[in-house]
């Protein structure tokens, strides 16, 4: 059965991606592909006050929304072992809080099934707004399993054109199958040892 029957409050889902071919004018190295997935759903918290308890709601939802935007991901990039690096987001219609959208990305029931998807160990980053339909957000990503490795540290921008309405969340998930176009800035296991005395002497 698809996640979307289990999951009546889904709107839409929107599907973005895109690839850099040039970059400073060069072909990157190693050529990557980003996408995003956007899941469009009715706020079930809409209309309650700050008290009311989340969780059955967001045990209900979560992992039925991790697997819609992990399996468009999977599909999208041409499989889990292709994706490289993920992050996660929400954007909250402007009648919820911003709490709603922290209960459906930032419990395990989202952020450990995601993970586990495609096939990665690190944290998911993140990002949460509250926005008026059709606003962008910048979502982040770092590596699957090697969150520090700085060539992955790169962003997707994703945005529903009629969404959120006031009384819904758009719940999104973003995955890259490599590294930025030209990345040379190290790597933690070549960083020289840097601590506050570099501004001993330094200007204030």
């Known amino acids: 059965m698809s996640p979307l029957a289990g999951l009546p ?18 072909a990157p190295a190693v050529p990557a592909t980003r996408a995003s997935v956007a899941v469009v759903v009715k706020n079930p918290w809409h209309g309650t ?3 009311t308890d989340l969780s059955a709601e967001a045990e209900r939802m979560a992992p039925q929304l991790a697997r819609i935007v992990a399996e468009r991901l ?3 990039l041409g499989g889990v072992d292709a994706v490289e690096a993920f992050g996660k987001a929400a954007i909250v219609g402007t009648a ?8 459906l990305i930032h419990t395990p029931y989202f952020g450990n099934l995601v ?16 926005a008026d339909a ?13 969150a520090a490795t700085r060539s992955h540290y790169q962003t997707m921008t994703t945005r529903v054109s ?3 309405a006031p009384d819904e969340i758009v719940v999104v998930a973003a995955a890259s199958t490599g590294p930025r176009p030209h990345p ?4 933690r296991t070549t960083d020289p040892a840097v601590t506050s005395a570099i501004l001993e002497g330094a200007p204030s």
């Open 49 to 51: 006050g700050p008290g």
């Open 9 to 26: 409050e889904v709107r839409k889902v929107v599907y973005l991606q895109e690839e850099v071919l040039l970059e400073a004018g060069a």
């Open 115 to 130: 993970r586990e998807f495609l096939a990665g160990t690190s944290i998911l980053c993140f990002a949460d707004e509250r």
């Open 74 to 76: 999977i599909d999208g």
């Open 96 to 103: 919820g809080e911003i709490e709603h959208g922290s209960a």
């Open 134 to 146: 059709g606003q962008s957000l910048t979502v982040p990503l770092w590596h699957k399993t090697a």
């Open 162 to 164: 009629d969404g959120p």
């Open 184 to 187: 040379r800035i190290g790597d």
